[in-house]
């Protein structure tokens, strides 16, 4: 893996300098979902609270309820604007690039490391795909804790503020 902007530059973990996989690896983004790292492991733990919170809200009848995190707002208003109806189904897919920045925003606030530079990996043949990197001196408690502040976000509660229909 290398930086897009110098390409001489390999990417390393700012904790062992390893330019391979190596145990500080917290998350691996593709941009739209995990497809690696430790988190990655734990990912349905993630979605899990997130669907069960969602679910939570719809039989409260609180759909115009706002939540506390911009993402976790953003991924509330997708699914429940653009796919009326797939709670009640039970065919809600959180697997999106707006989980996927959720992800890395709980992961960041509970102690993770992203890599600051436009990382880029080399995926099969001469295929080349822009990566997110996430590390952690302790993945397995930064993942303990991002957990923790995930359900500390989806308990809150914020009064729904006057949106903008969609012309």
């Known amino acids: 893996m290398w930086d897009e902007s110098d390409e001489n530059e390999t990417v390393s973990c700012p904790f062992c300098d390893s330019e391979e996989n190596c145990p500080h690896l917290l998350a691996v983004s593709d941009g739209s979902?995990?497809?690696?790292?430790?988190a990655y492991d734990h990912e349905a733990s993630f979605y899990s609270r997130v669907y069960d919170a969602f679910q939570k809200r719809l039989a409260e009848g609180d759909t115009d309820q706002e939540w506390s995190l911009y993402e976790l707002d953003l991924l509330w208003e997708s699914i429940r604007e653009e796919k009326p109806g797939v709670f009640e189904s039970g065919d809600a897919d959180l697997s999106s690039g707006l989980m996927s920045d959720l992800l890395f925003v709980v992961l960041d606030v509970a102690g993770g490391s992203e890599y600051q530079g436009n990382a880029i990996s080399q995926s099969g043949g001469n295929s080349e795909s822009a990566t997110r990197l996430m590390h952690a001196?302790?993945?397995a408690a930064t993942c303990v804790n991002a957990l923790a502040i995930l359900d500390e976000y989806l308990a809150e509660k914020v009064p729904?503020?006057?949106?903008?229909?969609?012309s």
């Open 160 to 166: 729904p503020k006057k949106r903008k229909k969609k």
């Open 33 to 38: 979902s995990l497809v690696g790292g430790f």
């Open 137 to 139: 001196e302790d993945p």
